[in-house]
C-alpha cells in the first residue's frame, strides 16, 4: 500500500497517470477465475453487479501489464466486442475499497484540512473510480474517454453502495472530477474528453443541475 501511496504523490495528488484498461480475453486467467474469492474480491463484485446488473468475476492480483511507464490499475478482459465477464485490480485497489467499506466517512474530502488527508481521499477515490470504470468495460464500452466519464459519475454511487451517505459519496465524486480527472487531459488524453462535463455528450444524466453525481 505505501508503494503505491507513493507514486500516486509522485504523480500528484491527482494520480493522473493511473488508468485502467480493455484487453483481449487470457487463458493464463483461468486458475485465477476458477478459486473462490476472497473477501474483498466478493466485496468488488457486488458494487459491480450493482452498477451493471451482470453477474461478473473480480479479482485481484497481478494485471500482466508490458508497459513499465503505465500504471494501470484494473484491466477488463475482452473477447473479440464482448466483455470475457470479468476483470482483474491491483490487490491495492481491492484493499482500499475494503478499507473505504470500513469508515466511509473518514474519507469526506470536506473534513480534510492537511496534504495527508487529501492523499488518503484521491487513492480511496481512485479506487471507487477504478471499480466503476472497469464496470462500465463489463457492459462493452470500449472507447476509454466514454467509459472513465461514464465512471467518474458513477463513483458516487459505489461509495454509496460501500456506505457512504449520498452527501459523503457525492463529496468524493466531486473531488474526483475537480481535482484528479483535469489532469488527464495532458498526461493521458485517452481518457479524458472535452464532452466529459455537465450538460456534455457524455453527461449521463444532463436534466440534473449536480455535476458529477
Not at 39 to 45: G, L, M, P
Not at 80 to 85: L, N, Q
Not at 95 to 119: E, H, I, W
Not at 167 to 192: C, G, H, K, L
Request: charged share 15%.
Amino acid at each position: 500500500m505505501r508503494g503505491l501511496i507513493a507514486m500516486l504523490l509522485l504523480a500528484g495528488v491527482a494520480a493522473s497517470t493511473a488508468h485502467a484498461e480493455a484487453r483481449p480475453v487470457r487463458p493464463a486467467d483461468a486458475p485465477l477465475l476458477s478459486r473462490a474469492a476472497t473477501y474483498e474480491e466478493y466485496v468488488a463484485e457486488q458494487v459491480a453487479a450493482r452498477l451493471t446488473h451482470l453477474q461478473s468475476s473480480v479479482r485481484c492480483g497481478p494485471l500482466g501489464v508490458s508497459s513499465p511507464n503505465a500504471m494501470v490499475l484494473g484491466v477488463t478482459l475482452f473477447s473479440g466486442s464482448h466483455s470475457a465477464g470479468y476483470f482483474l485490480l491491483l490487490p491495492q485497489m481491492c484493499k482500499a475499497l475494503v478499507g473505504f467499506r470500513r469508515a466511509p466517512a473518514s474519507y469526506d474530502p470536506r473534513a480534510c484540512a492537511d496534504a495527508t488527508c487529501d492523499q488518503r481521499v484521491a487513492l480511496a477515490a481512485m479506487a471507487l473510480a477504478t471499480v466503476s470504470h472497469e464496470s462500465y468495460h463489463l457492459l462493452g464500452y470500449t472507447n476509454e474517454a466514454r467509459v472513465e466519464c461514464y465512471g467518474m459519475q458513477s463513483i458516487w454511487f459505489v461509495a454509496n453502495k460501500l456506505g457512504a451517505s449520498v452527501a459523503e459519496s457525492q463529496a468524493i465524486a466531486t473531488f474526483y472530477a475537480t481535482r484528479m480527472y483535469p489532469q488527464r487531459r495532458t498526461s493521458t488524453p485517452t481518457y479524458w474528453s472535452p464532452e466529459c462535463r455537465d450538460g456534455g455528450t457524455l453527461d449521463l444524466r444532463r436534466t440534473l443541475a449536480r455535476w458529477p453525481s
